[in-house]
């Protein structure tokens, strides 16, 4: 059974920073591409970022400079670093995990991690 445990999400200003980590388990994590989506309220899910097995990464356009996504494969852990942090970065942001490479939609989600930015 897959499991992606969000953490790190929280309340900062805006030109502040944080890190959300995803820890995997029950999946062949090294092997898969890793995601990061967030939902905004009264907006569809976006992705934000993913990286592949071998540290290629991918960003959408409202995000490239200000956020960096990593991963440990030792520890089964994805990461997303935000800085400069904007309000309309306010969502719930959701850890996914493909089923290898990140072509089609993410096999699987976490259940969310809030990050608010205030103005």
């Known amino acids: 059974q897959v499991q992606l445990v969000e953490s790190g999400g929280g309340l900062v200003q805006a030109g502040g920073s944080l890190r959300l980590s995803c820890a995997a388990s029950g999946s062949r994590f090294s092997i898969n591409a890793m995601g990061w989506y967030r939902q905004a309220p009264g907006k569809q899910r976006e992705l934000v970022a993913r990286?592949?097995?071998?540290?290629?990464?991918n960003y959408v356009d409202s995000v490239k400079g200000r956020f960096t996504i990593s991963r440990d494969n030792a520890k089964n852990t994805v990461y997303l670093q935000m800085n400069s942090l904007k309000p309309e970065d306010t969502a719930v942001y959701y850890c996914?995990?493909?089923?290898?490479?990140?072509?089609?939609?993410?096999?699987?989600w976490g259940q969310g991690t809030q990050v608010t930015v205030s103005s």
């Open positions: 996914t995990e493909y089923s290898s490479s990140w072509y089609g939609a993410p096999r699987y």
């Open positions: 990286i592949s097995s071998g540290g290629s990464t």
